[in-house]
């Protein structure tokens, strides 16, 4: 009776090992995962790079606040980076496609100054005007716009300044409209930034300014003009003295330029004003008194500099894989997805509480190849989209056995198999042992 209880014990037991060994790898399976990868950049004592200009300030539009700043709040002269507001009001009180009538004050002649050549009488767009003030710097075009809007110079000018001041600017004066040097029109890099900042947020203007070259329409007094930028020629013509001449020079990625505009006096005493956005960090640039040859240059140190002092968050490394999904009727059933791009945040709190990821996939199914796409990866800060990304296989799977229908990869199966078939020996041979060790009795008669 013992030994029966002992048999049935033991076979009970074998019993609850091979149906243990079968359910718990399929329990312990690793369930829906997602990598922390979001890791703080920016160090506000990097060490800043050396520039010519006697005022700076880069502004972080992500933050709403500078994040460099050199002398920003001494009152300078802007000379031309003035029409960026000239051409804000323009576009803010007219419509583009008005024609206006040129007067002569317009077409005065500033020694030594830029002009698009306007003629008294001359019949124009209000866009072409714009287009002549923000790409050829044309100190008439400027003056037209002006009168165009408040009838008069002076009377823009006081429009201007009131603008200015309603955004926050205490330290600027504007008495004309195309910036031409007086000792009542100044600025400081503090005060311009945050003019353009308002005045770029006008995407006609903003797309405007980066517009490498216009054709004009012909007029009553001339014919066509054909107009081009000059901040990005002079960008570009830096860009290749570096190439050619094979020296480290921080070249500016025109490509990241969303707008701007130069002004210019004499050639140690030049303006620029550059917005830009650059591996998810948008800001602009000012500087004041600076060098014809070297304001290119400081404005790319500085944009260089921006990824280094700006405070935020890497939330994904391109190629990094930031979380983990099953895979249906694969021979593995579990993989790694990656991001497509990399994604930087900038939060105004500082805080990565603020950045928020949604991954949306459909159901995976085996094949797959390494690069497929498989899902959306979506990024908030302070609750607006700041970027969209794919969710890429990480490898190939190919298509695996029966049981991976279920989510059983083929090396899952090869081990619950071998185990079972492992384990069923054992209780056999158990069986076995038990069997023999019975105790036998003698018949009786």
Same mark, same amino acid.
């Not at 001041?165 to 890099?189: L, M, Q």
């Given at each position: 009776?013992i030994c029966?209880?002992?048999r049935?014990a033991a ?9 243990? @060994?079968?359910?718990?790898p399929?329990a312990v ?17 990097a060490k800043?790079p ?16 500078p994040?460099?700043e ?11 980076i ?16 008005e ?6 004050a ?6 030594n100054?830029?002009s ?8 124009i ?6 287009y002549?003030a923000?790409?050829e710097?044309g ?9 165009a809007? $408040?009838?008069?110079e ?6 201007m300044?009131?603008q200015?001041g309603?955004?926050?600017?205490a330290?600027t004066s504007?008495?004309n409209?195309n910036?031409w040097?007086?000792k009542?029109?100044y ?8 003019? $353009? ?7 006609t ?6 517009t ?18 000059y901040m990005?020629?002079l960008?570009?013509?830096h860009?290749k ?6 020296k480290?020079?921080t ?6 330029v969303?707008?701007g505009k130069?002004?210019?006096w ?5 303006s620029?004003?550059?917005d830009f956005?650059?591996?998810g ?7 004041l008194g ?8 400081d ?7 921006s ?14 894989a930031?979380t ?7 021979a593995k059933t ?7 791009g990399?994604v ?7 805080s990565?509480e ?9 159901r ?8 497929d796409?498989l899902?959306e ?10 970027a969209?990304k ?9 298509t ?5 229908y279920?989510y059983i ?7 619950i $198999?071998?185990?079972a078939?492992?384990l069923?020996l054992?209780?056999?041979?158990? @069986?076995?042992i038990?069997q023999?060790?019975r ?7």
């Amino acid at each position: 009776m013992i030994c029966m209880r002992r048999r049935s014990a033991a076979l009970t037991a074998g019993l609850l090992l091979l149906i243990a @060994v079968i359910i718990i790898p399929l329990a312990v399976q690793p369930v829906w995962a997602e990598y922390d990868t979001i890791t703080p950049i920016g160090n506000r004592d990097a060490k800043a790079p050396s520039i010519k200009a006697r005022s700076a300030l880069v502004y972080s539009l992500q933050l709403d606040r500078p994040v460099y700043e050199k002398e920003a709040d001494a009152r300078r002269e802007p000379y031309s980076i003035t029409k960026i507001l000239t051409c804000y009001l323009a576009l803010e009180n007219l419509d583009p496609d008005e024609i206006v009538t040129v007067s002569e004050a317009a077409t005065q002649e500033y020694e030594n100054g830029t002009s698009i050549w306007l003629k008294p009488g001359e019949r124009i767009s209000i866009r072409d005007l714009v287009y002549g003030a923000m790409l050829e710097s044309g100190n008439d075009a400027a003056y037209a716009l002006g009168e165009a809007v $408040a009838g008069s110079e002076e009377a823009f000018a006081d429009m201007m300044t009131r603008q200015a001041g309603e955004w926050g600017c205490a330290d600027t004066s504007f008495v004309n409209a195309n910036g031409w040097k007086h000792k009542s029109h100044y600025t400081t890099a503090r005060d311009m930034a945050i003019i $353009a900042k308002h005045c770029f947020e006008n995407e006609t203007l903003l797309k405007i300014s980066r517009t490498k070259t216009y054709k004009a329409a012909a007029t009553n007094k001339t014919g066509a003009r054909e107009m081009h930028n000059y901040m990005l020629l002079l960008a570009d013509a830096h860009n290749k003295e570096i190439k050619s001449s094979g020296k480290g020079g921080t070249k500016l990625r025109i490509k990241s330029v969303r707008g701007g505009k130069t002004g210019t006096w004499e050639e140690d005493d030049c303006s620029i004003v550059v917005d830009f956005s650059e591996k998810g960090l948008d800001g602009i640039i000012v500087l004041l008194g600076d060098t014809k040859k070297s304001r290119i240059s400081d404005a790319a140190k500085l944009m260089k500099y921006s990824h280094k002092v700006t405070p935020g968050y890497r939330v994904s490394k391109k190629g990094e894989a930031v979380t983990d999904v099953w895979v249906r009727h694969g021979a593995k059933t579990r993989t790694a997805l990656a991001v497509s791009g990399t994604v930087r945040a900038y939060p105004r709190s500082g805080s990565d509480e603020d950045i928020r990821v949604e991954m949306e996939h459909e159901r995976i199914e085996a094949p797959v190849k390494k690069g497929d796409k498989l899902g959306e990866y979506n990024v908030y800060c302070d609750d607006e989209l700041i970027a969209q990304k794919d969710l890429i296989a990480t490898e190939d799977i190919r298509t695996g056995w029966l049981p991976s229908y279920l989510y059983i990869s083929n090396r899952t199966t090869v081990m619950i $198999a071998g185990i079972a078939a492992g384990l069923a020996l054992i209780i056999l041979l158990v @069986v076995l042992i038990i069997q023999l060790r019975r105790p036998r009795y003698k018949s009786r008669h």
